[in-house]
């Protein structure tokens, strides 16, 4: 089957940098994608990481090493908008979307 | 304006009445599902369509139904809702299975109370 570990609640201050980690078990992997779900909404696509390495887009960058099978989410220059959760999740052969449990990322000013 | 449609987006119904969420996308997306969403467990698939006429059981479609008879719609049927049924259900739509973006497209949200 296929599993992933992030944490369950992070805190950082404004203006800060954080790092959301992701650790997976699957076979067949594709590829490692993150999600945006803020209180009350629907989840909000983020990025995908198919390729060992860093994808930076804007404040957001995403790290991916398929040998350890780990990525993280990394946001910068935090804001208060940017409390909300995170989820990563595992594209693998032709199985749909697994995700984690999700991380609730809280800024404090 | 490309998106993601459910109905309805709340609803509070009793045991036993049967009930459908719709979902429709004007994505001509191939692949849609259907998550449920409770505190702490995060996104848990019900069901998916890789096409039309093409359902996958997901993780916990115990008391669901779906059916994929055109490829924009895809709903979701609860025959004899239970209490355990409360939650957050999501539907959502992609390309190709997500295979290679990974990215889904999902629609706002259904919040369902069985009472």
């Known amino acids: 089957g296929q599993s992933l570990e992030q944490p369950s609640e992070v805190t950082a201050v404004e203006g800060a940098i954080v790092q959301i980690n992701c650790t997976y078990q699957?076979?067949?992997?594709?590829?490692l994608s993150w999600y945006q779900q803020h209180d009350g909404g629907a989840p909000t696509f983020l990025s995908y990481?198919?390729?060992?390495g860093l994808e930076e887009t804007g404040r957001f960058s995403s790290f991916l090493s398929r040998s350890d099978s780990y990525g993280y989410l990394l946001l910068q220059e935090l804001q208060m908008k940017d409390s909300a959760s995170y989820f990563c999740?595992?594209?693998?052969?032709?199985?749909?979307?697994?995700f984690g449990k999700g991380t609730r990322l809280s800024v404090i000013a | 304006e490309a998106q993601v449609t459910q109905n309805p987006r709340y609803l509070i119904t009793v045991t036993g009445k049967k009930l459908t969420v719709t979902c429709s996308q004007n994505?001509?997306?191939?692949?849609m599902s259907w998550y449920r969403q409770d505190p702490g467990l995060g996104l848990r698939q019900i069901y998916y369509?890789?096409?039309?006429?093409?359902?996958d059981k997901g993780d916990v479609p115990e008391g669901y139904k779906v059916s994929r008879k055109e490829k924009r719609n895809f709903p979701l049927i609860l025959e004899s809702p239970s209490p355990n049924q409360t939650s957050l259900y999501f539907c959502?739509?992609?390309?190709?299975?997500?295979?290679?973006?990974?990215?889904?497209?999902f629609g706002e949200g259904s919040r369902l109370t069985v009472l």
């Open positions: 959502a739509s992609s390309f190709f299975g997500t295979a290679n973006t990974g990215e889904l497209f």
């Open positions: 699957t076979s067949g992997f594709y590829g």
């Open positions: 990481n198919a390729l060992d």
């Open positions: 999740a595992v594209t693998s052969g032709n199985t749909p979307l697994v």
């Open positions: 994505m001509n997306h191939e692949y």
């Open positions: 369509s890789m096409n039309v006429e093409v359902t």
